[in-house]
């Protein structure tokens, strides 16, 4: 069974950094783009970053751009988000999900998500 | 950069009854990449189509999903107590819409 698995949330003041990780089993994640989602409290998802199958093109969101790094181990089956110069704005739950070819690079299985705090 | 706009926010139905939510694209997008998911209290969204009009796995088929270009649908046939929750639609994993909340009436 495809599973997703983040770690790494917590409370951290404005400023700070942080590096979410998303452990990935039961599919070839070499194979797979994958995605950072996020959802601050009572509000929807946003998209937040993407990188493609084997880590040699990403993507962000304006509102991480150049704060936030994606990266990939696929010899880890593991998804990286560093977080830099963290904002109240950043608190949310962040969900890794994988996306392929097969399901039209629709996000079709997600983590459980971590929960980020950013406050003094 | 393209926006996805869902209608109505919230919709209000009793179990039994027909839901039909509305996603509109800003510009004309390939359906192979509009899916829709769903989320509930507390849950990681779950994706129930992709494609435009394709079930994923172990998706019931009272959920389809229609529409081409700009203007997407997804229909719930005959609403059950487990289908109340929020819906997302989504373009090429990276571009959500705002959702709409499918409330019990």
């Known amino acids: 069974e495809a599973q997703l698995v983040e770690s790494g949330g917590g409370l951290v003041q404005p400023g700070g950094s942080l590096r979410l990780s998303c452990a990935a089993s039961?599919?070839?994640?070499?194979?797979?783009?994958m995605h950072w989602v996020r959802q601050a409290p009572g509000k929807g998802l946003v998209w937040v970053s993407r990188?493609?199958?084997?880590?040699?093109?990403?993507t962000y969101a304006d509102s991480v751009k150049g704060r936030f790094t994606i990266s990939r181990d696929n010899a880890k089956n593991t998804l990286y988000l560093q977080m830099n110069s963290l904002r109240a704005e950043d608190t949310a739950v962040y969900y890794c999900?994988?996306?392929?070819?097969?399901?039209?690079?629709?996000?079709?299985?997600w983590g459980q998500g971590t929960m980020v705090t950013v406050s003094s | 950069e393209i926006v996805l706009t869902q209608s109505p926010g919230t919709l209000s139905l009793s179990p039994g009854e027909r839901a039909t939510l509305s996603c509109r694209a800003s510009?004309?997008?390939?359906?192979?990449?509009l899916a829709w998911c769903q989320q509930k209290p507390g849950q990681a969204p779950r994706l129930l189509i992709y494609?435009?009009?394709n079930r994923a796995t172990g998706i019931p088929d009272r959920f389809s999903g229609g529409g081409s270009g700009t203007d997407f649908t997804l229909t719930i046939s005959r609403l059950e107590p487990e289908d109340f929750a929020v819906y997302y639609c989504?373009?090429?994993?990276?571009?959500f819409g705002q959702g709409t909340k499918l409330e019990i009436k």
């Open positions: 999900a994988r996306a392929g070819l097969a399901m039209g690079w629709a996000a079709d299985i």
């Open positions: 039961g599919f070839t994640f070499s194979t797979y783009w």
């Open positions: 990188i493609n199958s084997d880590g040699s093109g990403t």
């Open positions: 510009q004309s997008v390939t359906s192979s990449y």
């Open positions: 494609g435009a009009s």
């Open positions: 989504q373009h090429y994993g990276s571009t």
